[in-house]
């Protein structure tokens, strides 16, 4: 099957605006629709040539692949079956969120019945690696789907990988997100200890950082949390939603997560404090530190 030319993007939030920003610097015609319109008029503002549509079916009209970045579960199956109407068979549905594995697959097998093709393929790497087009992004689906697909993937991601069929994008994502959180709790816990015993911080980061205690939260998150500065690069409230999700998988398969739900709920409580819009590293604050 040809490569795609026409992509509409559906969600232009937080990661999905610079997400679709690379697919048009790719070269891809784009058309872009968003809940809030403005969002997609200014968009279009900044990227020449790209289209802005009315509704989501508007949008995936002529469209040969039409992505999904929007919050949850609820969200894509609005969006992606609002755009079914627009979408014609042999189409290919790409979903780029983070949603329940088991949604995933119901997606996929209703979409297959009408003849279009669907991938999960949610991706890891905050706003910045959106920006520069370095995501991670793990993909369930056919394989035929996924090479179709490769080109508009490879213009948004550094790693893209075919992990298995529909649901397994997901999953994966899910236990890494979950992974992230335990590291985030654990990095907050120590960093309030350090501080209370009157350590040197930065020397502490220093040892940390060379050793076996080292991880990507800390490199990333370390600061914000020393600073108390949240600005989001990635919700407190989406990494709760992502826990929760992954709780939800594995008592499905019988698997028992204590520490996962330990961390759940440290993120509720934050987001019951009034955090859940701001950054992950917020978590710090129901740790023993004071929001201002």
């Not at 780029?96 to 209703?110: G, L, N």
């Not at 490879?154 to 298995?164: D, P, W």
């Not at 997100?177 to 502490?204: H, I, S």
């Amino acid at each position: 099957m040809a490569a795609p030319e026409k992509v509409a993007f559906l969600g232009l939030g937080i990661m999905g605006r610079p997400q679709a920003a690379n697919v048009r610097r790719a070269g891809f015609d784009l058309t872009v629709w968003n809940r809030t319109r403005e969002r997609a008029e200014s968009f279009a503002e900044e990227h020449r040539g790209v289209e802005v549509a009315d509704s989501p079916a508007d949008a995936a009209r002529g469209a040969d692949v039409v992505i999904t970045m929007v919050p949850d579960t609820h969200e894509v199956e609005k969006v992606v079956f609002a755009a079914v109407d627009g979408m014609g068979a042999g189409a290919l549905a790409i979903d780029m969120s983070t949603i329940a594995p088991t949604a995933s697959r119901s997606i996929a097998e209703r979409l297959r019945e009408r003849g279009i093709g669907f991938l999960d393929a949610p991706v890891t790497g905050s706003r910045p690696k959106a920006e520069d087009g370095t995501l991670t992004i793990m993909v369930g689906g056919e394989a035929a789907d996924f090479e179709r697909a490769r080109p508009v993937l490879e213009s948004m991601g550094q790693l893209v990988l075919h992990v298995g069929p529909s649901g397994h994008g997901e999953m994966i994502k899910l236990i890494n997100n979950t992974l992230a959180a335990v590291n985030a709790a654990a990095l907050a816990e120590q960093l309030l200890l350090a501080q209370g015993a009157n350590l040197d911080v930065g020397k502490l980061r220093q040892v940390v950082g060379a050793g076996s205690g080292a991880s990507t939260m800390l490199a990333l998150k370390a600061d914000p949390m020393l600073e108390r500065e949240f600005k989001p690069l990635f919700k407190l409230e989406h990494m709760l939603k992502d826990v929760r999700h992954c709780i939800r998988e594995a008592d499905a398969l019988g698997i028992d997560l204590p520490v996962a739900k330990l961390v759940e709920s440290l993120f509720s409580q934050a987001a019951e404090s009034g955090l859940g819009d701001r950054d992950f590293a917020a978590v710090i604050e129901v740790s023993g530190g004071t929001y201002p």
